[in-house]
């Protein structure tokens, strides 16, 4: 990318350009006057935990599983046997 010299306005934003409107950045203050910034994907709070190792193990797996084993029909009251027999 070509050198391009831009004044920051007012309200103290800056235009990068019309290709990343919309985009989530990172902003990081390197030194003083020197800023590195990076496109970021964000991941809510809440669902942190799936990209925690083990979590993306169970679910790699789990995948892996339901890509080899088709659904297949079930029978409501079968299942239901089932269950009340595990009590």
Excluded: C, F
Aim: charged letters at 30%.
């Amino acid at each position: 990318m070509p050198l391009e010299v831009k004044t920051i306005g007012a309200s103290g934003q800056i235009s990068i350009g019309k290709q990343y409107a919309g985009r989530t950045v990172t902003v990081e203050e390197v030194d003083d006057g020197v800023w590195v910034i990076k496109t970021a994907r964000v991941i809510p709070e809440n669902e942190l935990w799936l990209h925690q190792p083990a979590v993306r193990e169970k679910l790699d797996r789990a995948i892996a599983w339901a890509g080899k084993n088709p659904p297949r029909a079930s029978d409501p009251e079968v299942l239901a046997r089932k269950l009340t027999r595990r009590k």
